[in-house]
């Protein structure tokens, strides 16, 4: 099956947001238990920081912060 990888990054973007634990001007930090691809397709955007550390959590920009947040609401808000 073919894909659309942009609204896979989206949703994990979106889902990143469940999982941030700590938040600051700086941006925000989530755990990194999703797909390897799809987390370094997000670090290649800008989105968050390098996944292959030792570290547990990525960091969120505070753009992707907001997008993420916006992109959760689009996608999974009920009307």
């Given at each position: 099956m073919?894909?659309?990888w942009?609204?896979?990054d989206e949703m994990v973007l979106?889902?990143?947001s469940l999982g941030i634990a700590e938040e600051d001007d700086w941006g925000a930090r989530a755990w990194k238990s999703y797909d390897w691809d799809v987390?370094?397709?997000l670090h290649a955007k800008g989105y968050i920081s390098d996944p292959k550390s030792k570290?547990?959590?990525v960091v969120l920009s505070p753009s992707a912060v907001k997008l993420a947040r916006e992109l959760f609401d689009r996608h999974f808000a009920r009307a």
């Amino acid at each position: 099956m073919d894909y659309d990888w942009n609204k896979v990054d989206e949703m994990v973007l979106a889902l990143l947001s469940l999982g941030i634990a700590e938040e600051d001007d700086w941006g925000a930090r989530a755990w990194k238990s999703y797909d390897w691809d799809v987390m370094d397709r997000l670090h290649a955007k800008g989105y968050i920081s390098d996944p292959k550390s030792k570290a547990t959590s990525v960091v969120l920009s505070p753009s992707a912060v907001k997008l993420a947040r916006e992109l959760f609401d689009r996608h999974f808000a009920r009307a």
